[in-house]
């Protein structure tokens, strides 16, 4: 990787880099600071992942989403690097994981941003985007997921993501119980990071009253809100998070227009995560994928469907506990459409596989998440609610039928008209 980056110029160190790493919440927190700073005037980049629907949304300037030919000249551009590689070292193969890396780097150090929010993938320590100096890093809830490459006990899967620290920079983060924290302690000490840990009560409030949430960060030198978080009381922690994050990079410099960044956090659109496709039969898309995110989603959805009916729209790719996953979403509905949603080489779990797995009442398997979703709409009715969930890839799938591809990539946004 590193060979390759070298090649390429070492585009990674060409701006100043934001690296978020956990195991949930952590796309949420980069999208959260990204619109921090954008309301601070800066331009910003954000590189997340997985993509939902186009590779260009991993390839995010401002409120834009790269350009077909933007996409296409970093494409080229990363193949002349890695011609440069073959003719260093013959046996040189580029694979799809260096290849993407190199490709975001290079993309964003001829875009020339600010400051670019990095996402890490599965894991950090070891992950391929980890070869930057970041000049913050964040590490958002651990928990156990990826268990196969990142180990089985919360303090293993810690230590990985503990491994975007860096000597003499802050490395923000939340208090999440003895083993998560020791291991975190233990590598901002073996480096020699700033450590910055959060803690509800103290460094930030959430308001519940009258069916609103609002969001109040207490910090140093940044303090912002009450911002109203509407549906979005769970994304307290992550708000929480981007705010101290900012506040590091803040830091020393007189702050811009509290009420701007309050309004940008507030306003702040996730992709893929608690989105509302359609009003009629209410319809949600999040992208929960283990355990804790799926526990947490449980226990929002009630705020939000009211009486309605709910009928679940469920998926997982096959290397997930799904059962672990599922179950809290299942016992929820009252009634389930598992599905599975294929993407390339990653195989979904079978959807008739995952029904019996589950077991629930009320329950069918359709495989096509196409037709499973029209099922789910004509099973809620239009005063009804569905909610699908379990996969980004099955998020991606089916939020075609509201926000089409091409119109995404032309328009380069994720809510096109």
């Keep these: 990787m590193r060979a390759l980056l070298r090649a390429a110029g070492n585009p990674q160190l060409q701006y100043p880099?934001?690296?978020?790493?956990g195991t949930s919440g952590k796309g949420s927190t980069a999208q959260l600071i990204g619109s921090l700073l954008k309301a601070c005037g800066l331009k910003v980049g954000l590189h997340?992942?997985?993509?939902?629907?186009?590779?260009?949304?991993?390839?995010?300037?401002?409120?834009?989403?790269?350009?077909?030919?933007?996409?296409?000249?970093?494409?080229?551009?990363?193949?002349?690097?890695a011609e440069k590689m073959c003719q260093r070292d013959p046996g040189f193969e580029l694979r799809y994981g260096s290849a993407w890396v190199t490709l975001t780097f290079g993309h964003f150090a001829r875009?020339?941003?600010?400051?670019?929010?990095?996402?890490?993938?599965?894991?950090?320590?070891?992950?391929?985007?980890?070869?930057?100096?970041?000049?913050?890093?964040?590490?958002?809830?651990?928990?156990?997921?990826?268990?196969?490459?990142?180990?089985?006990?919360?303090?293993?899967i810690a230590w990985h993501k503990a491994g975007i620290a860096r000597a003499g920079?802050?490395?923000?983060?939340?208090?999440?119980?003895?083993?998560?924290?020791a291991a975190i302690d233990d590598e901002c000490a073996r480096v020699g990071a700033r450590l910055k840990r959060l803690r509800e009560g103290t460094d930030w409030v959430v308001n519940r009253g009258g069916g609103r949430t609002s969001f109040t960060y207490r910090g140093k030198t940044l303090r912002l809100g009450p911002v109203e978080l509407g549906?979005?009381?769970?994304?307290?922690?992550?708000?929480?998070?981007?705010?101290?994050?900012?506040?590091?990079?803040?830091?020393?410099?007189?702050?811009?227009?509290?009420?701007?960044?309050?309004?940008?956090?507030?306003?702040?659109?996730?992709?893929?995560?608690?989105?509302?496709?359609?009003?009629?039969?209410?319809?949600?898309?999040?992208?929960?994928?283990?355990?804790?995110?799926?526990?947490?989603?449980?226990?929002?959805?009630?705020?939000?469907?009211?009486?309605?009916?709910?009928?679940a729209v469920l998926g997982v790719m096959g290397?997930?506990?799904?059962?672990?996953?599922?179950?809290?979403?299942?016992?929820?509905?009252?009634?389930?459409?598992?599905?599975?949603?294929?993407?390339?080489?990653?195989r979904a779990y079978p959807a008739r596989d995952l029904m019996e797995l589950v077991g629930v009442e009320n329950a069918r398997a359709i495989a096509d998440p196409n037709e499973a979703l029209r099922s789910a709409i004509g099973m809620a009715g239009p005063h009804g609610a569905v909610c699908v969930t379990g996969s980004l890839y099955l998020v991606g799938r089916v939020r075609e039928r509201w926000w089409p591809t091409d119109r995404i990539v032309s328009q380069r946004t994720p809510w096109p008209d």
């Design 319 to 346: 290397y997930k506990k799904a059962k672990e996953v599922l179950e809290p979403i299942a016992a929820a509905a009252d009634e389930v459409v598992f599905t599975q949603a294929d993407v390339y080489v990653k």
């Design 231 to 311: 549906d979005g009381a769970w994304q307290a922690e992550n708000a929480a998070l981007a705010c101290g994050a900012v506040e590091e990079i803040l830091a020393g410099v007189s702050v811009p227009d509290i009420d701007a960044m309050a309004r940008s956090l507030a306003r702040t659109r996730l992709q893929g995560r608690l989105e509302l496709a359609s009003k009629r039969p209410l319809v949600i898309l999040d992208g929960a994928h283990n355990p804790q995110k799926s526990a947490a989603l449980a226990r929002t959805l009630p705020g939000i469907v009211g009486r309605r009916k709910l009928v």
């Design 48 to 81: 997340q992942t997985p993509y939902l629907q186009s590779p260009t949304e991993k390839l995010v300037l401002g409120e834009k989403l790269a350009s077909a030919e933007e996409f296409a000249a970093s494409t080229d551009w990363l193949f002349t690097a």
């Design 169 to 181: 920079r802050p490395l923000v983060t939340i208090a999440q119980g003895e083993q998560i924290d």
């Design 111 to 156: 875009a020339e941003p600010d400051f670019l929010v990095l996402e890490c993938g599965a894991g950090a320590r070891y992950d391929l985007t980890n070869v930057t100096e970041p000049e913050v890093s964040v590490i958002t809830r651990v928990g156990l997921d990826h268990q196969a490459t990142l180990g089985g006990s919360v303090a293993e």
């Design 17 to 21: 880099v934001i690296q978020v790493a």
